[in-house]
């Protein structure tokens, strides 16, 4: 039983650069959802997808945008990169119709941007 | 401002003894709480979870308590061992929300000595 899978696992980029991150949930999960690591923080909430849909957000601008597929898979796409968006990138996956069921994350996509 | 707080960075505990980990909270809404352990180079893996209509939850070593009124939780581990040794996250989340938003702390480092 496959677990939630991201690529790439470390990524380089450069200041203004766009970059696309890649995950694919647990299988049998049809909600993903994206949250961004910074170094000595916890992880912080950036949205949900459900039915190919954006359904939460949390406190992250408009650059950081997303999409999902109809097999659940999802992207998380971030532009105009800025020296603070080096971060651990985790991506989560739960059912929709179990209000409390734990989120399984995947091992992140490291992100650098220098 | 940060509604789950951590405030122990790290703890050191002998093999075989009790570990607690404590966790504080602001936000009178959130009524669902979780403990995630994150190994290094791994994302954060489920450990227990408890719903704000109870005040303790046990599974195997592991027991979380919850007191509502002090706005404060803890994750005992007993009896530890070192592979137990890992960052501890407390995550919080509340009804509106769903258990996808979840606000984490900044964790707490447990070193298990042998």
């Known amino acids: 039983d496959a677990g939630v899978t991201q690529s790439p696992t470390h990524l380089i980029k450069t200041r203004g650069q766009q970059v696309t991150l890649r995950c694919s949930p647990k299988s049998g999960h049809d909600t993903v959802s994206w949250y961004q690591q910074a170094l000595g923080q916890g992880p912080q909430f950036i949205f949900q997808y459900y039915e190919e849909e954006e359904r939460q957000r949390g406190n992250f601008p408009d650059r950081f945008s997303g999409h999902q597929f109809p097999n659940y898979s999802s992207e998380l796409n971030v532009n105009a990169l800025l020296l603070g968006d080096s971060a651990l990138y985790l991506c989560a996956s739960s059912f929709r119709d179990r209000m409390y069921s734990p989120l399984h994350f995947g091992n992140g996509t490291r992100l650098t941007v220098t | 401002d940060q509604q789950v707080k951590q405030n122990s960075p790290s703890l050191s505990v002998q093999e075989g003894r009790i570990s607690i980990l404590n966790c504080d909270y602001t936000n009178s809404m959130f009524d669902y709480f979780l403990w995630y352990k994150k190994y290094p180079a791994e994302g954060p893996t489920f450990l227990i979870s408890?719903?704000?209509?109870?005040d303790k939850n046990e599974d195997g070593r592991f027991t979380v308590f919850l007191n509502k009124s002090a706005k404060h939780l803890s994750l005992h581990i007993v009896p530890s061992q070192p592979g137990d040794s890992a960052v501890y996250f407390c995550a919080a989340s509340y009804s509106g929300a769903g258990s996808y938003q979840l606000t984490f702390g900044k964790g707490t480092k447990l070193s298990v000595i042998p």
């Open positions: 408890i719903s704000s209509i109870k």
